[in-house]
């Protein structure tokens, strides 16, 4: 059973060298759909390896600016590659307009399906703190909230 797991683990990681990508360096919301697919038939196989594996941005499971998030219930975040415990209830997360993200992602999130949360928020990889409008796309998956957010073109 344990080498079953690993061998389709192994290949939902591997599908992503498969998926030709655009030349932006900014991921879409088709890639960002993708990505939270093979994220959810990843945390299905395995929880514990996905959120690793999420959290390290390895095995395929991060692609340009896009990665997988994971927040428990309890809004603890338990997968993203800087704010591990951080929780996204009890906190200031909240975009400009005052928004508070971690009670819109879980809102909008569906078992079997996504929701999207739109909100203004920085891109680390500008150097800048100018806001740009970015869209998470957020599922309920094995008890938890996941999520693959893209900034939207402007």
Known sequence: MKTTKTLLLAIICSSVLGISSSASEFGTKEEAAALLERAVAVVKIDKNRALDLFTR????????????????RDGTMIAHPGIIGMNIFNNDLTDTSGTQLGEAMFDAARAGGSGEVTYRYERPTTGSSREFTKTSLVTLVAGILCGVGYYNPE
């Open 57 to 72: 941005l390895e095995g395929g499971l991060a692609q340009k600016d896009l990665y997988v998030f994971c927040a428990a």
